[in-house]
């Protein structure tokens, strides 16, 4: 379970947010909405400290993230798989080679088994036969979907995604938010999903958080999403050409 | 960030650096191919950077030695002395801070902004050990050992333009040179490659991992990490030849 308790950042004497207070459960998954540059990026980037709040705490089943030592860090940050925006692969090593980088660093297994954990991973994103393609020889969604194959490939039980489906057209936005689905429904990963995309939200999430206006504005269920009365939110999902039914 | 905070910044990626040695296994890897890119891939510039200092040396000291009181043997002397003392050292590293620490900041400044350390870092990676460490002991290492091939070819440089040239024959060049060739000369040599190795690396490192601010943030930290290695190579050339010689 991660508790979010009365987070505030700041970026030398401008103020991302505020007061933020979140829980999400075991299996359960968040999507955290907002406008671009509200801050939602660097939230995520809180929940493994790969930044440190002004104020306030973090605590992944019990333990406060920032107050652990570096040797804990680490081990902690590997219970998490994070896909980057850009997906962040390695461009130094292959596509495959990057789904299994992690495991040959940490997990003490056989060669043979760090070859089949990978292909694995890569079947679940529907990649079977990526080769020894390099990451700049593939297209945004299929960088993703590698992506997501190396935060899954170590198992891990909670999964952070910032903007997912940004930059993808619908159909390929579509097949990742199935994905998301299917990490989420068959191996019950908790997860925070960072995303402006309301579509994707609909379809990946069970609770919304939003931020506006330097802290989380609005937060709930997804039905309550739908009905939700808070004029910015509206107006922010009314943008985004969806309609709610 | 004023000066103090620079420094600071500094010495906190260098202590961390030590404080990773005893991980061998994370930077072992890559220690290996840093090492050929640093030193086998620099081969060939540092070559033809000896031959051609060594060749302008002996024909501008030819130029100035016009009287016949001093034998032409002189020539070599000189040549090779301030070759072994100065111009292998010195000018290799000027041309390696463009050659190594460009490749360094550029690298670990695209990682930073791709996010590519984020990512290895919420795997539970030490960023710094795999990607400072290698490429800072791949510098103190190859540095020397590129002084050594730019001090043999810019004295073969200048036997070669001298003969060439007709201005004096090879077995007088080696005659002079073999007269004022000393092995403490070469150890401070030696000595300062080393310096200049682990300056240009360390900078280039601190720069590259700490770039902000996407393709043009990236070309700051290089062209940062190119002019401060050079500036402080000089000085400390100048305080190296103060205290050893």
Known sequence: MIEIRNLKKSF????????????????ETLAVIGKSGSGKSVLLKHLNALLTPDEGYIRIDGQNIFEQDYVNLRKLRQRFGVLF???????????????????????????????????????????????????????????????LARAIVTEPDYLLYDEPTSGLDPLTSDEINDL??????????????????????????EKVAYIDDQEISWSGTIDELQHATQKNLREFIKASEYLIS | MNLFEELGRFSNLLYKTLRSSTEVKTYSGNLLLEMIKTGYDSLPIILLTGVFTGSVMTIQTAYQLTTSLIPKSTIGAIVTQSTVIELAAVISSLVLAGRVGARIATELGTMRVSEQIDALESMGFNSVTYLVMPRLVAGIVMFPILYVFALTSGILGGVSSGALLGTLAP???MTGAQQYFFGSDVVFGLTKSLVFGFIITS?????????T??????????????????IYILFADLILASILL
């Open chain 2, 213 to 230: 601010g996407g393709a043009e943030g990236v070309g700051k930290a290089t062209t940062q990490a190119t002019v401060l290695s050079c």
């Open chain 1, 85 to 147: 925006q850009g997906a962040a692969l390695f461009d130094s090593i292959s596509a495959f080679e990057n789904v299994a980088f992690p495991l040959r660093y940490f997990k003490d297994i056989e060669e043979d088994e760090i070859q089949e954990r990978a292909k694995r991973s890569l079947e679940m994103v529907d990649l079977k036969s990526i080769g020894d393609k390099s990451p700049a020889e593939l297209s945004g969604g299929m960088r993703k979907r590698v992506g």
């Open chain 2, 203 to 211: 900078i280039a490192c601190y720069k590259g991992y700490y770039a």
């Open chain 1, 180 to 205: 998301i689905n299917y990490m989420a429904d068959s191996l019950e990963i908790t997860s925070v999903v960072v995303t402006h995309d309301i579509h994707s939200v609909l379809k990946v999430a």
């Open chain 1, 12 to 27: 030398g004497s401008h103020l991302i947010w505020e007061n933020v207070n979140l829980d999400v459960n075991d299996g």
């Open chain 2, 171 to 173: 077995a007088e060049f």
